[in-house]
């Protein structure tokens, strides 16, 4: 009978304190650590979720004295934690309920020694997620926030902690960046560089990939090894040595480009460093150069898996080659990798490396203040340490994040396997 | 035309097209070996043929008292080797986690992962300059390395995750029912099978230091704690043309391992790679 009394209201009632619900399920093991757990956190972190929530809130209050850089990673550490302790909060509610419905309906409580064993077996994956996750946290998911929030405060050269008390100004940078026409002229050309370079670049290098995949893939063709490990090869030498090697031939001066193969055979010279043209097109030129051979792999393997058979069908039809790459080669190898070429085109549209490397986003253009190549992630870098426009940099970060989300959703739809084994 | 002259017209303009890609290829890559060679340290006056080349600039970099060479090498081995193994395990254990458990938070992680993977650190930077600050851990290599290690686990748990999804699991679940703990499951069942998987990730995290400059000029101040490709970057960040045929000296003695490495293990790399993220 005094099951049937036993009350799942009252056990989430009293839950909120995390512990009680336990014991009064009878699950005095459980309740007891549950409510030491609670104790420790709430001694230990109440001070510093104090001052963190403190500091968020109004970023110091004492200008010399309060670091408001510090407060707000205080603040956004606060906020973790929080997030924490209210997912746990909540699960402590579920589990109490759901513990005294099974009560309510009969069931005997278990035996010690299956208890923790289930126990076990249901935090197991926790063990393995949670080391990595607090690094994640601390090493991805901190920074990205701590950007984010940047975008809202004044932190810039002139007004920079700890001399000086950041202050929260709501959507006043993002503002800036479409109305002060500085920044506005500046965001567009960026902007607009940024869209041609990822299109251009990366289109150019899977289209090269794709030829010299199937070329070599050709029966006729001998020595495949050989070519193959020719091919590859700039995809094995580090990215920043060739492009600081190219940025040395390219010069405008002394560089082999102009002296040895421009000069002798045309008899003129480019400034590829100088010119904002040419400098992007010699940044594409680069690009393909650096990036095709990661594509001609990838492609290279998917080609040796569609089946021959489709082939000979089609041969027997009387398909022409043209016929054959369209509706057989094409298709396939796309479908296959789609979601790698979408990576490939998100990858060079925050290609810093080449960017800076190459001439620092260079050259100078009157009237903005970015370089004729910069694109918008080397602009950001500049703001950052060149000219701590922090404020601004992190707003233009946001900017690039939302259209990295954009990337991302895109891929969520096309990878399969969130259709199928990401269900469990 | 016969078929027969079509064809092998075919074919002699496919050669010439690689033919023109391996041109294209080489140069520059031949071009710095050459350079290295000359006697002077100037890119100016330099040729790619010298005509009286020398070793001297792979010797000063290994003999030189100035030389920072030998350190640089010594500190990139340490960080990508402890940066190399730290991921994969951690990025195994998570990846097996999201591959054969249900959990809370399963779903959303695996999303929240992949929208991470894609953004660069870069970003980041302010705040991990302060976050090391804060903890004090400012120009040492011990901070460099759980960065790379921490920005690893998005790119890599996607990948190892997905290679994990093809695996069946009738081999773990029979495994349960003959009484095997989760542990073991994992050590003498699955990471044996994914080794293709963890080569891959094991390569790529190993390598990161070794072309990763960005990320060390931030973070590390002192010469003698610099990488090699933080050093060499600052070679020529000075003055670009006056150091150059050291900058290729050096340079050309980083890229020989890592290409060497590379080309070994290809197959392995791209069959890792395809398998796990076209399926993942």
């Known amino acids: ?424 | 035309m016969t078929r027969k002259t079509k064809s092998n017209l075919q074919v002699i303009g496919m050669y010439l097209f690689i033919g023109v890609v391996f041109v294209f290829i080489s140069y520059p890559l031949l071009w710095t070996l050459g350079l290295s060679l000359n006697p002077g340290t100037s890119l100016y006056g330099s040729t790619m043929f010298p005509e009286n080349w020398s070793f001297v600039h792979y010797k000063w970099l290994f003999f030189d008292p100035s030389s920072d060479y030998l350190l640089w090498y010594k500190n990139t081995l340490i960080v990508a080797t402890i940066t190399s193994i730290c991921s994969v395990i951690v990025v195994s254990l998570i990846a097996y986690a999201f591959s054969r458990y249900n959990f809370i938070g399963r779903k959303n992680g695996i999303y929240t992962f992949l929208l991470l993977q894609m953004f660069p650190v870069l970003m980041a930077m302010v705040a991990l300059y302060l976050l090391l600050n804060l903890v004090n851990m400012l120009d040492t290599l011990t901070g460099l390395i759980l960065i790379y290690i921490g920005g690893a686990i998005p790119m890599n748990v996607f990948l190892v995750k997905g290679y994990f999804d093809t695996l069946p699991r009738e081999l773990d679940e029979s495994a349960k029912i003959d009484g095997a703990g989760h542990f073991r499951i994992f050590f003498t069942i699955m990471l044996p099978l994914a080794k293709p998987i963890l080569a891959v990730v094991a390569l790529f995290n190993f390598m990161t230091p070794f072309m990763d400059f960005i990320l060390p000029s931030i973070i590390l101040r002192s010469p003698e704690n610099f990488t090699l490709a933080l050093g060499l970057f600052n070679f020529i960040n000075e003055q670009f043309g006056n150091n150059f045929t050291r900058f290729a000296a050096g340079a050309i003695l980083i890229a020989i391992p890592i290409a060497a490495v590379f080309l070994y293990l290809q197959r392995y790399l791209i069959s890792g790679l395809t398998s796990g993220a076209t399926k993942g």
């Open chain 1, 1 to 424: 009978m005094s099951k049937q009394k036993h009350n799942p209201m009252i056990a989430v009632t009293i839950s909120i304190v995390p512990g009680l619900g336990q014991l009064y399920n009878r699950q005095f093991i459980k309740g007891t650590t549950f409510l030491l757990l609670t104790i420790a956190f709430v001694v230990s972190f109440y001070q510093f979720l104090n001052i963190g929530y403190w500091g968020l809130l109004t970023l110091g209050e004492i200008p010399g004295l309060d670091d408001s850089r510090v407060l707000l990673a205080q603040g956004i550490i606060s906020l973790i934690i929080t997030g924490f302790a209210i997912t746990f909060y909540v699960l402590n509610l579920i589990n109490a309920y759901k513990e005294a419905v099974k009560i309510k309906h009969g069931r005997k409580n278990d035996d010690l020694r299956k208890s923790f064993k289930d126990g076990w077996d249901k935090s197991f994956p926790y063990v393995l997620v949670g080391p990595g996750l607090f690094l994640l946290i601390f090493v991805v998911v901190f920074p990205l926030l701590y950007m984010i929030l940047l975008a809202f405060t004044d932190y810039n050269l002139y007004n920079s902690p700890p001399k000086n008390l950041l202050n929260w100004v709501g959507f006043e940078n993002f503002i800036s960046l479409v109305t002060v026409p500085i920044w506005r002229s500046t965001f567009f050309s960026v902007f607009s560089w940024t869209v041609i370079w990822t299109l251009v670049a990366t289109t150019l290098q899977i289209a090269l990939a794709l030829i010299l995949a199937i070329f070599v893939n050709d029966p006729r063709i001998k020595f495949k090894k050989f070519i193959r490990t020719v091919l590859i090869l700039p995809w094995a030498v580090p990215a920043f040595v060739t492009i600081l090697i190219f940025a040395a031939l390219f010069n405008n001066d002394f560089g082999a480009i102009n002296n040895d193969i421009l000069g002798p055979l045309f008899n003129q010279a480019i400034p590829w460093m100088t010119d904002p043209f040419w400098s992007k097109v010699a940044l594409i030129g680069i690009q393909v150069w650096v990036g095709f051979p990661f594509v001609f792999a990838i492609f290279t393997g998917i080609l040796q898996s569609i089946s021959k058979d489709w082939y000979e069908a089609a041969d027997m039809d009387g398909a022409s080659s043209w016929q054959k790459f369209k509706s057989i080669t094409f298709p396939q190898v796309m479908f296959a990798t789609a979601p790698i070429l979408i990576m490939q085109y998100a990858g060079n549209f925050n290609n810093f490396n080449i960017i800076y490397l190459f001439n620092q986003g260079g050259p100078a253009v009157r009237g903005q203040n970015a370089g004729g190549t910069d694109i918008l992630i080397s602009w950001v870098y500049n703001l950052t340490f060149e000219t701590q426009n922090y404020n601004m940099a992190a707003a233009i970060s946001i900017v690039i994040g939302l259209i990295i989300a954009g990337f991302a959703f895109y891929q969520f739809r096309r990878t399969r396997s969130f259709k199928e084994e990401g269900e469990m």
